[in-house]
């Protein structure tokens, strides 16, 4: 049987705008299936290949398990779903949007935390003064324990953020924040800092290729042919 090549793209905002500009400057126009906000459809003259349309969230766990073959999602939510995503996916090209870092963040008024270090020696004072862990409010779970693990941090307690996470400190809901800003304004005007060495990750967009996925000869050929047309 036939593999149809799954070519996940965002299905809403800035970044399915700016998908479809790169696939449109590469002469590919993409037509959905039946209505406009239907969740399928196709790019003129590229034969066994589907678009899905899907949140940037989803593109990367469909890449993880191999339901799309390939993918424009952000490498923060990429590294984010996997640990260690080169097992799993091949980050093919960056696309130069998107742009955003994972960052650690404190309040301005902790003026002698400056680093990672200063954090970590906080962390300890503030469980000795007030009997609990420090709290890191994020959405970025899998990215703050494995940095706060590399800088040895470890008294501490992640907070899952369902909002608006640089508003946690100032509500009195979490001590640190870890956080994407691209560029630092909206963590400034809740009186929040960045840590000197608190660039979790640099990210952007990227196209990203599923090492799960179903691969057959005509699934590989409808990739070469979709990179040929993106020059790649």
């Known amino acids: 049987m036939t593999e149809t090549l799954v070519f996940a793209i965002p299905s809403k905002g800035r970044l399915m705008d700016r998908t479809l500009a790169v696939?449109?400057?590469?002469?590919?126009?993409?037509q959905r299936f039946g209505s406009s906000r239907g969740y399928r459809g196709e790019i003129k003259g590229l034969e066994n290949l589907e678009v899905a349309f899907m949140s940037a969230g989803e593109i990367a766990s469909a890449l993880r398990s191999g339901r799309a073959h390939l993918g424009v999602t952000g490498e923060?939510?990429?590294?984010?779903?996997?640990?260690a995503p080169e097992a799993c996916v091949e980050f093919v090209t960056k696309l130069?949007?998107?742009?955003?870092d994972v960052v650690v963040a404190v309040p301005k008024?902790?003026?002698?935390?400056?680093?990672?270090?200063?954090?970590?020696?906080?962390?300890?004072?503030?469980?000795?003064?007030?009997?609990?862990?420090?709290?890191?409010?994020?959405?970025?779970?899998?990215?703050?324990?494995?940095y706060f693990t590399?800088?040895?941090?470890?008294?501490?307690?992640?907070?899952?953020?369902?909002?608006?996470?640089?508003?946690?400190?100032?509500?009195g809901t979490a001590e640190a924040i870890v956080d994407i800003t691209s560029t630092g304004a909206?963590?400034?005007?809740n009186g929040l800092k960045i840590l000197a060495d608190g660039v979790i990750l640099k990210s952007q967009a990227n196209l990203i290729?599923?090492?799960?996925?179903?691969?057959?000869?005509?699934?590989?050929?409808?990739?070469?042919?979709?990179?040929a047309r993106l020059q790649l």
């Open 109 to 146: 008024c902790w003026l002698d935390v400056r680093r990672m270090r200063d954090l970590g020696e906080a962390a300890i004072q503030f469980r000795r003064l007030h009997g609990r862990r420090i709290r890191v409010a994020t959405k970025y779970m899998n990215l703050t324990r494995g």
């Open 23 to 30: 696939l449109e400057q590469a002469e590919l126009y993409l």
């Open 96 to 100: 130069g949007f998107g742009h955003a």
């Open 209 to 227: 290729a599923s090492r799960t996925a179903r691969w057959d000869p005509e699934t590989r050929a409808a990739q070469n042919q979709l990179f």
């Open 186 to 189: 909206t963590l400034t005007a």
């Open 76 to 83: 923060d939510l990429m590294r984010e779903e996997v640990s």
């Open 150 to 171: 590399r800088h040895a941090i470890s008294d501490y307690r992640l907070v899952e953020s369902l909002g608006a996470t640089e508003g946690t400190p100032a509500a």
